[in-house]
């Protein structure tokens, strides 16, 4: 059953800076005048401006844009992970955030341990993850490599390991709000990413209110609603996926 059709995030006139001392690009000496004489060197780096934009439940909002645009940046401040510099955002409901980079993989601990730590570290008890234990391992098509150290993993059965973990952590929580930036390609063999396409389809489709960081513009074209197009931090261009997507790629 689909949830009912909610407001779940509204971003209202978002800017984030952050202060970069420039003085590691100056020489000795003129690091020391600028002492001498209290000149600071410092500029702020801009990552978001004057953002708005909001995402109901069911939606799939995509985010587009060369690196560097900004994307990255917007879900971390969704996620409460920066803290904006001025502008309001709102989420409603639970909200969990997915990246591509692996979420707390210790190569020197057994596949098992990892299993309680990820688990861990996405919000499970570990009461909750003995109960997803054996979906995890089977999942993963790793059963045999239980109890040996991680760091003896290919990097396939790494990404296998670490998408297991977090598909079934993620359906436990049933999120509201659920950000994405990254992570539909598993790694593995083409069987185990097909199983995997098909659980982060399960996951997109399940009613929460999902913003998607993709820079394959085919999967931002299959799974989302609406597109927005950043550029130097901020929107250069939002609307229908086709129309912004074809004005990304023609620039």
């Known amino acids: 059953m689909t949830k009912d059709i909610i407001k779940r995030i509204e971003v209202s006139n978002l800017s984030k800076s952050f202060s970069a001392d420039c003085r590691s ?36 909002l995509g985010l587009i844009g060369k690196n560097g645009a900004g994307k990255s940046s917007l879900l971390r401040l969704i996620a409460e992970i920066y803290r904006p510099t001025s502008g309001k955002i709102k989420t409603h409901g639970s909200v969990v955030y997915l990246t591509g980079v692996e979420q707390g993989i210790v190569p020197k601990l057994t596949m098992r341990e990892n299993i309680h ?59 509201d709000v659920l950000l994405i930036d990254e992570v539909l390609s598993a790694g593995g063999d083409a069987d185990f990413q ?5 659980k982060m389809e399960e996951l997109i489709k399940g009613g929460a209110a999902v913003v998607l960081v993709s820079h394959d513009v085919a999967v931002i074209k299959k799974y989302c609603n609406k597109v927005l197009w950043l550029d130097g931090g901020t929107i250069k261009e939002s609307g229908e996926p086709d129309v912004v997507i074809e004005k990304y790629q023609n620039a």
């Open 117 to 175: 730590l990820m688990g861990s570290v996405l919000g499970l008890s570990q009461k909750d993850i003995r109960k997803k234990f054996e979906d995890i391992v089977e999942f993963s098509g790793l059963c045999d490599y239980v109890d040996m150290k991680v760091y003896q993993f290919s990097t396939g059965m790494v990404s296998r390991l670490n998408f297991s973990v977090m598909i079934n952590c993620v359906n436990h929580h049933n999120p």
């Open 194 to 198: 097909e199983k995997a396409t098909q």
């Open 25 to 60: 690009k100056l020489g000795a000496l003129s690091v020391f005048i600028n002492f001498v004489t209290f000149k600071k060197y410092k500029k702020d780096i801009v990552i978001a401006e004057n953002i708005s934009f909001d995402v109901c439940s069911g939606e799939v």
